[in-house]
């Protein structure tokens, strides 16, 4: 997955499989081969954070490699993989919207539609009109 994956928001990843694309089989099927994803958050604590990897273990059987930092700790080591041509990170999640803009300016996010796209909430529906889905994360 590493040698072709672009980033992807964290909780698209985590969460998404449960209602997904066709597309995201070919990415479980790719993961599953590597056996194992690396996860830079800054959004959960750190117990959060290992809960969360543990469970998409169990529920994928691919290994989760949790980085929890603070987001621009995450985001300078992404920007240093970036830089190094290195693909380390697999889901990239900050709490700084900054560092999406950035990302997504570059052109570093996978495209991912939903399967229930149409039952968005209408206010909710085409809010970035790049055609990106925006997740949150909250307790």
Known sequence: ???WASL??????VWAPLAAHANIKALEEAAKKEG???????H???????????TFTKIYGVKVNVVRTTAQVAYQRLTQDIKNNQI?????????P???VRLAAEGRFEKYTPE????ISE?????????????????
């Open 44 to 54: 959960y604590t750190s117990e959060g954070a290992e809960e969360l990897g543990a």
């Open 116 to 119: 229930n796209a149409a039952k």
């Open 88 to 96: 380390i990170c697999d889901v990239f999640s900050s709490t700084d």
């Open 8 to 13: 992807v928001t964290a909780a698209a990843f």
């Open 98 to 100: 900054g560092h999406y």
């Open 123 to 139: 206010v909710f529906r085409n809010i970035d009109p790049t055609g990106f889905y925006h997740t949150t994360s909250s307790g």
């Open 1 to 3: 997955m590493k040698k």
């Open 36 to 42: 194992e994803i690396t996860w830079y958050t800054a």
